[in-house]
Every structure is written in C-alpha cells, then in structure tokens.
T-cell receptor, first 113, second 114 residues
Framework: EAQVTQNPRYLITVTGKKLTVTCSQN?????MSWYRQDPGLGLRQIYY???????DKGDVPEGYKVSRKEKRNFPLILESPSPNQTSLYFC????????????FGPGTRLTVL | SQQGEEDPQALSIQEGENATMNCSYK?????LQWYRQNSGRGLVHLIL?????REKHSGRLRVTLDTSKKSSSLLITASRAADTASYFC??????????????FGQGTILTVHP
C-alpha cells in the first residue's frame, strides 16, 4: 500500500531535549516536505527536499533541521525544542512536476513542556 | 493575507444540502488543489484543477476556477455526515511548477448534521 508513515504519532517532551520525528514513504517520490499545523494559522511548510541531499527552507524553518540521506526517509530534527514548537506535524511526499499532488502522513502531535 | 484563503471559515449544514466553499489566491498559478482533513488526521487530496480548466467534477465534488478573479470554489452536492471535515485549497509555488512547495489556506470547517 502506498503510504507515508511518521513516528512517533504522539510525543510529550521537555524544553531543550533533542528529538527526531521520522518520516518514510514507499512511493519512490522525489520530493518530501514537513509542515506544522496550528489553530488559526493553517498549515505552514517547514522544510522541503527535492532529492537526496537537496533540501531547502520553507516558510517557518527556524528551530528545525532536516536531512535526506536516502530517498525514502526525511527526518525532522528539533535540536532544542521549545514550547512554541508544540504543534501537529505532517510529513508529505510527491513525485514532482506540474500538476502533482501531495501524499500526507498521519501526523505527529508534539507537546513541548 | 496568505496565498489561498478559504471562505467561509466554518459552514454548518444538514445532510442532503449542498456545501460551497471558496478560495482566493494572489499570485498566478498553473493549478489549484483541494484537500480534505478529518479531525487531527493527515490531509487527503481531493481534486486538482489546472489553470486552463474552468470546471472539474469528481463524484459529488465540483470545482470551478476563475483565474481572472483568482478564485476557486468547491461544491459538495448531497452532503453526508461523513463529509464533516476541514477543507483546504492549496497552490504551488509562485513559479507554477510543483517542486514540493504548496501554500495552504487556513481551511473551511464543514459540519454536516444528520
């Protein structure tokens, strides 16, 4: 089954404790993205990747890192989480090109105390 | 305001009625996409309309696009309680090609009462 998976689905952590949210897709898609969703602000893109070792900032990259060492994986790293990073995070992938659509993971609900 | 803004922010209707949601955007596009999100879950793609199309149908969904007004509408006919969800429009980056960057509106929350 074609899908995007994220882990963990729920995470409660404390300020400053490094964490990684994993994302994996099995569709051989070139492009992958991370979004955060906050009430009243909609979905905002954090980072995206066009291929292995190629990443770029989205609209709200501060406080986040990403890496794309393999085509299928695109982890999101919070080196020193802060309470304002409490949010619902989504990973997405797409094959690229005009007229393309994105496939979303189920989401990771992160709470930073 | 952001590229891709939906109107209304919330819509409450009875089962069997039609639901219409609108989206406005600012920059030129080569396609516009609509997504659905059930509470707290990932978004699911519904339909894509290209800039050279004026109307597109998919089952009970009808999407229109007016590039002169930079607006789109999503019509759900004969709504069901299961249609209760948030609906988002999304546009690719300003250059028109999709390399993974989509800008989403804030969404319309649709509630369909049985």
């Amino acid at each position: 089954e074609a899908q995007v998976t994220q882990n963990p689905r729920y995470l409660i952590t404390v300020t400053g404790k490094k964490l990684t949210v994993t994302c994996s897709q099995n569709m051989n898609h070139e492009y992958m993205s991370w979004y955060r969703q906050d009430p009243g602000l909609g979905l905002r893109q954090i980072y995206y990747s066009m291929n292995v070792e190629v990443t770029d900032k989205g609209d709200v990259p501060e406080g986040y890192k990403v890496s794309r060492k393999e085509k299928r994986n695109f982890p999101l790293i919070l080196e020193s989480p802060s309470p304002n990073q409490t949010s619902l995070y989504f990973c997405a992938s797409n094959k690229g090109g005009t007229g393309d659509t994105q496939y979303f993971g189920p989401g990771t609900r992160l709470t930073v105390l | 305001s952001q590229q891709g803004e939906e109107d209304p922010q919330a819509l409450s209707i009875q089962e069997g009625e039609n639901a219409t949601m609108n989206c406005s955007y600012k920059t030129s596009i080569n396609n516009l996409q609509w997504y659905r999100q059930n509470s707290g879950r990932g978004l699911v793609h519904l339909i894509l309309i290209r800039s050279n199309e004026r109307e597109k149908h998919s089952g009970r969904l009808r999407v229109t696009l007016d590039t002169s007004k930079k607006s789109s509408s999503l019509l759900i006919t004969a709504s069901r309680a299961a249609d209760t969800a948030s609906y988002f429009c999304a546009t690719p980056n300003a250059g028109g090609t999709s390399y993974g960057k989509l800008t989403f509106g804030q969404g319309t929350i649709l509630t369909v009462h049985p």
